[in-house]
């Protein structure tokens, strides 16, 4: 395992090189050994459907009721109310992203396209075809776009520039795969691109530019500097050198689908995060021993204050002629 950790509070000048593969796969095979039981949480959530409608139409309604609300007002709203609603709708996406609310996928995706509207911009397809990489090439240099790239790594040096990335954090994630790894857009895109629009449309066109820019500022603000933001930072940086993944076992995971049952996800993505908290309490003995955060805010913290961890605190494996080959057979 390569990488310098900053042993005198200086920042890592390179991430942290694993010459192993990702141990997701290794302990779901040991753990499905012991015990095969958990193969029955396999499967979609029958609930997914009607908890993703509850939220949209929730949030269409609150953005249509501010459309005579000063900017002030909105933001506030946004913020304390709009940024929660639309960041669980993130993670429902992520939800869907693995088939979890309907056994047959093309059901998912359309599922995906309109838990995306109150988004304000369309990301649901797209989403899919990077996480699932995420999933099957984790750490892996130029496929796995969960790892920031080498010129945010640079730039963001201090407290100031942390900051602002955290803030920022959502650009980043989508900008960065156009950049490293572009995919050509297909019909599915498309799709996803043309709802999206037209309802933004019929937002503007029937209640105004303000509610449009409340679900805009909603899925901004819920993914910067906001408690259930921290799990884009929690699930994989590095603070621990000997440990690429992390769970939070905090009160957010009522409102984001248990995403921060993270290792758990990982050894088995095919589960649902309402059964997630399952994996650990049949086999605790693969996690006690594992670090794990209680607050998703506190590493927000942790990695603006920390002056030894940035965007290099992550782990990266070279790619290999097979994983290359898989990927271009996908």
């Given at each position: 395992?390569?990488?310098e ?30 015990y095969?039981?958990?193969?029955e ?7 997914a ?41 993130f ?30 911009v369309?990301m ?16 892996v ?5 969960d ?15 942390k ?13 960065r ?9 297909g019909?599915?895109?498309f799709?996803n691109?043309v ?9 503007v ?15 901004f ?31 957010l ?45 506190q ?32």
């Amino acid at each position: 395992m390569g990488g310098e950790a900053g042993d005198e509070g200086v920042m890592a000048t390179d991430f942290f090189w694993s010459y192993t593969d990702e141990p997701h796969a290794s302990r779901r095979r040991q753990i499905l050994s012991q015990y095969p039981q958990i193969k029955e949480l396999f499967g979609p959530d029958p609930w997914a459907f009607p908890k993703i409608t509850v939220v949209v139409l929730l949030q269409l309604w609150t953005a249509t009721s501010l459309c005579n609300a000063g900017w002030l007002k909105i933001l506030i709203v946004a913020y304390f109310f709009g940024s929660f609603l639309n960041h669980n709708l993130f993670l429902a996406i992520h939800e869907l992203s693995h088939n979890l609310a309907f056994s047959t996928p093309v059901y998912n995706r359309w599922l995906g396209i309109f838990a995306n509207l109150p988004v304000g911009v369309p990301m649901s397809i797209t989403f899919q075809k990077y996480h699932l990489e995420h999933h099957r090439f984790q750490g892996v240099d130029g496929i796995d776009m969960d790892i920031p790239s080498q010129a945010e790594a640079h730039l963001v040096t201090n407290i100031f520039t942390k900051s602002l990335w955290v803030i920022l954090q959502l650009f980043f994630y989508a900008l960065r795969p156009i950049f490293l790894n572009a995919k050509p857009p297909g019909m599915w895109e498309f799709t996803n691109l043309v709802t999206q629009l037209a309802l933004d449309a019929v937002m503007v066109y029937f209640w105004g530019w303000k509610s449009l820019g409340y679900m805009i500022l909603s899925t901004f603000v819920g993914g910067g500097m906001h408690p259930m933001a921290g799990h884009f930072i929690s699930e994989h940086y590095v603070f621990k050198p000997d440990q690429e993944t992390y769970s939070y076992y905090g009160p957010l995971n009522l409102l984001t689908w248990s995403v921060g049952y993270h290792n758990e996800h990982h050894d088995f993505p095919r589960i649902p995060g309402s059964k997630l908290h399952k994996v650990k309490e049949i086999a605790p003995e693969y996690y006690q021993g594992l670090n794990s955060y209680r607050s998703w805010s506190q590493v927000i913290y942790m990695y603006i204050m920390d002056r030894t961890v940035g965007p290099f605190s992550r782990m990266k494996r070279k790619a290999s002629k097979k994983d290359f080959a898989v990927k271009k057979d996908n």
